[in-house]
């Protein structure tokens, strides 16, 4: 097969971006550094902004069949245990935009997008090849492995992470660096937990220097729990294992169900939180990034799959538009990403500071929560420019 896309990565941006191109009918060739499927983390949020899309390429029964709906976000006060405030998900998600409000365990949303890949006679998906190297030559894309196979298309789409090789070569600009958090990531059977913790609903405890997140994932028999907590130092190595007696001190003076809860887990998986400020650019003649690797997205709006999705169609659709001209169309396709994926990033980020309030700040904050809850679509409201976003009608 001679593609007219090479992707680097085959993660959730880049097995999304191949079926995108597919279903605007292109042939693509994924280029995966692993030796085996996988997908690191837990819990994954799925707006109905990232619904949309995923619903278009027909995956709509799968996810129907994996995930879970929340019929609400609750927002808790961390050391009292007070509910602060509600955002109602069930129906008024589908009401308000035409879409749900989904959580799925991020393993399984991989599987559902890497079996409709496999199954595709317009794709192919190469693994144990990582990208070295690429050269933008006239008319197309020449990439090189680290095995030293070489390929060529039209157009090469770095999909390959926070740590893109893709763009280094494009953009030069270095490293991402550490935020001064730590995610500690884990799961547990959900009959084993508290009552309250069997909810079907997605939970924020909202702390000092800290907060935790909690939602039911894999068919409602798992809990993820995701818990943030500011450290000077960033620990060695990614999903790395994390000991309870390092954590469990981030929450002592915390609301004894949500201690009960972080006692009982066993095991945990760590990752240092990395950041980059949004980019103007994100290509350079034949070449162009997708999610993680174009915008880095810290996880306090849960959107990062779901900005990589988004970006996924656009990117396709404007190739469909203007393929014989790859530059004109990577151009659009950055023109009309970037104002969207920054404001996400800075609301992100604007939510990593709202989130670990201290003192009079966090007084201040709660009052505010608190009087949401007089108006129940308040919250909702705030969100309609990103939930409300439909980028199958953008392009």
Excluded at 76 to 97: C, E, F, K, V, W
Excluded at 120 to 146: M, P, Q
Excluded at 354 to 359: A, K, P, R, W, Y
Aim: hydrophobic share 40%; net charge positive; charged share 20%.
């Amino acid at each position: 097969m001679k593609p007219d896309v090479i992707i680097a990565g085959a993660g959730i941006g880049g097995l999304a971006c191949a079926l995108c191109l597919e279903k605007q009918g292109f042939t693509t060739l994924i280029l995966e550094k692993s030796h085996v499927p996988a997908e690191a983390g837990a819990g994954i949020q799925l707006g109905p902004n990232a619904f949309h899309i995923l619903k278009h390429l027909g995956l709509e029964q799968e996810l129907a069949q994996q995930a879970q709906f929340p019929e609400k976000i609750v927002m808790y006060d961390a050391n009292s245990g007070t509910a602060l405030a509600h955002m109602p998900l069930i129906p008024h998600m589908q009401r308000r935009h035409n879409a749900p409000y989904a959580v799925i365990h991020r393993a399984d949303l991989h599987k559902i997008l890497r079996l409709r890949v496999e199954n595709s006679h317009r794709i192919e998906l190469k693994y144990s090849s990582a990208l070295a190297t690429f050269n933008d030559e006239s008319g197309s894309v020449v990439v090189k492995t680290v095995g030293g196979e070489e390929f060529r298309a039209r157009v090469l789409v770095g999909a390959d992470g926070l740590w893109s090789t893709v763009r280094e070569q494009v953009l030069g600009d270095g490293p991402p660096q550490y935020t001064g958090q730590v995610a500690w990531r884990t799961v547990v059977r959900r009959d084993s937990v508290a009552e309250m913790f069997k909810a079907q609903q997605t939970c924020l405890w909202l702390g000092q220097r800290a907060h935790l997140v909690h939602y039911p994932i894999s068919r409602g028999q798992l809990l993820n729990i995701v818990a943030i907590v500011e450290m000077p130092t960033p620990p060695h190595g990614w999903s790395t294992i994390g000991q309870a007696y390092e954590l469990l001190p981030w929450f002592k003076n915390w609301a004894q169900p949500a201690c009960d809860l972080l006692q009982q887990v066993k095991e945990w998986r760590i990752w240092a939180l990395y950041d980059r400020n949004p980019a103007s650019v994100w290509s350079s003649g034949h070449v162009t990034l997708l999610g993680d690797a174009a915008h880095p997205m810290l996880p306090f709006l849960a959107q990062g799959g779901a900005m990589a999705i988004e970006d996924a169609w656009v990117l396709a659709a404007h190739l469909k538009k203007n393929l014989s001209n790859p530059e004109t169309a990577l151009r659009a396709y950055e023109t009309l990403r970037t104002p969207r994926t920054g404001r996400v990033s800075e609301t992100a980020r604007s939510n990593a500071t709202m989130f670990h309030l201290s003192g009079h700040q966090r007084l201040m904050r709660n009052i505010a929560l608190k009087a949401s809850r007089a108006a129940p679509g308040m919250l909702l409201k705030k969100y309609d420019w990103l939930y409300g976003y439909n980028a199958l009608d953008d392009c």
